[in-house]
């Protein structure tokens, strides 16, 4: 029996649980950074600059890193959905809610917070694939759409790796790879 996306995510521990989740951030942060830039909120270099903090204990685990100052950085520059009038303001929601997850992950608070990270991601896509159809989709469509199917293949391919994959300079560099060389985020935004 194969098992389902979630259920193998579920599965994750320790460091793998935490690249997953940061590599499903590092795909999403566009989405993130667009909104910033188009309603002049936010702090997208803070955003960044505390990825780049989480791949940095990945790559080097001796890495000192206070988890707790990221995470009220990150939740104050979370948008409040009603304060927008913009769809871009949801997956940017996404994006934060997924970022205190990892952080919490990392703390030990939420020991299924790549579990998390992964259905806010195909949230997000989800969102996006029903915000932008001229017609009401059902789950089956939905699940049948280009986005969401490489979304999925996405994070599949992502378990696949993290299996074989060791925790060295290398090992993390190809997973910051992968999350970007595609040129385009989860709901199909460029990556500038």
Not at 22 to 33: D, G, K, M
Not at 38 to 52: C, P, T
Not at 112 to 140: N, P
Not at 175 to 192: D, F, P, Q, W, Y
């Amino acid at each position: 029996m194969k098992l389902n996306t979630f259920q193998r995510v579920r599965a994750l521990q320790g460091w793998q649980a935490v690249a997953f989740g940061a590599t499903l951030v590092e795909r999403s942060l566009p989405n993130y950074q667009l909104f910033c830039e188009v309603s002049n909120f936010g702090d997208a270099e803070q955003y960044r600059n505390s990825l780049n903090a989480v791949w940095d204990w990945l790559a080097n685990p001796k890495a000192k890193l206070n988890l707790g100052v990221h995470l009220e950085r990150i939740e104050e520059a979370t948008p409040d959905a009603e304060a927008f009038d913009s769809f871009g303001v949801y997956p940017a929601i996404d994006l934060c809610m997924s970022f205190a997850a990892l952080l919490q992950l990392m703390m030990g608070e939420d020991l299924q917070g790549a579990v998390v990270i992964s259905k806010l991601s195909q949230g997000s896509v989800e969102a996006f694939i029903e915000a932008t159809s001229d017609a009401e989709l059902d789950a089956k469509q939905i699940k049948a759409h280009p986005l969401m199917e490489w979304e999925v293949a996405f994070q599949n391919e992502l378990l696949d790796r993290l299996d074989t994959l060791n925790r060295d300079k290398d090992g993390i560099q190809l997973l910051r790879t992968m999350a970007v060389e595609e040129g385009i985020s989860n709901i199909g935004l460029e990556i500038g």
